[in-house]
């Protein structure tokens, strides 16, 4: 049985241990979980999933057998420095935004097997899209505990960590994306003056039915032509987009999105 050590006790952390405790057979022999001083929200997390807290997870590193850093990206450099002194080729992993493996070796001792993970909020309910990449030295033992963690919290796709950079913005920051068109399109509906519990419902359900159209049939341009007959009312809407550059205005908030990410991993 492996033991496991999440350092981090945010959104993403409380996702990934709701999803593993949520398995019918969870492989973890212990879950312990730390974070930098909200004692609370440890103690929240123990009486809810059953986990193991503390407040010294560098003291602990040693005696477990994967590391999952679910830590601000900003506090890895510290954290690594630390963990380099502890741990002797334990699996550490990170799901922060721009923390590639490359950046983990570096600041690890040689032959530690490490690799990263990008979730989305949607991890909280077990859908997340999440894409991964793994280090140098991950062997399939590995492999089949980074599936483990990766399939408790939805589906995943292996890439190269420069596909996983390039794609932080689709996988895990366009959600926000698509949050903000469903936020235009209840405005709009509120202006012609039905209510917000109403305008909500009314996005949410066209969003859900847009989505398993999609699902089924998979080609966007052609269930856009299918709603969009030439001349027609919803071809005027298009037009506009178009006009007001929908398309290159997405291109450009995922452009800014990935430039910022990697601006952690310099
Ligand atoms: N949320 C997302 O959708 C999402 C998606 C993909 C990746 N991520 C990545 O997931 C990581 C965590 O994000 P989050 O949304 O879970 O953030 P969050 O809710 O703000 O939680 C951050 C956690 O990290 C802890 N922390 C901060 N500094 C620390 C340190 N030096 N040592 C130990 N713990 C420390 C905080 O502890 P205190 O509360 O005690 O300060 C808190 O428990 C980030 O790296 C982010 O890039 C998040």
Redesign the pocket.
Known sequence: MTSLLV???????EAIISGLVAKEKNRFSSITV?????MQ?LDRLKRTYGVHVTQD?IGKAASHDVILL????E?HD??LEQLKEVIDHQLVLT???GVDPAYIEARLSTGTPVAWI????AAGIGQSMSTFTCGKYVDNHHRIIIDYILSSIGESEELSAEKVHDLTAIT?SAPAFLYAFALGLEEAAVNYGVNRKQARMLVIQMLKGSVSMLEHNGDPQLLMDQVASPGGSTAKGIEILNEQGFASILKEAVRATNNHARTHNE
């Open positions: 350092i981090g006790a945010g959104r993403m952390a730390s974070n930098a001083s909200n929200r997870a679910a830590a601000p990206p506090a510290h954290l799901v922060a935004a990008m979730p989305n909020t895990g």
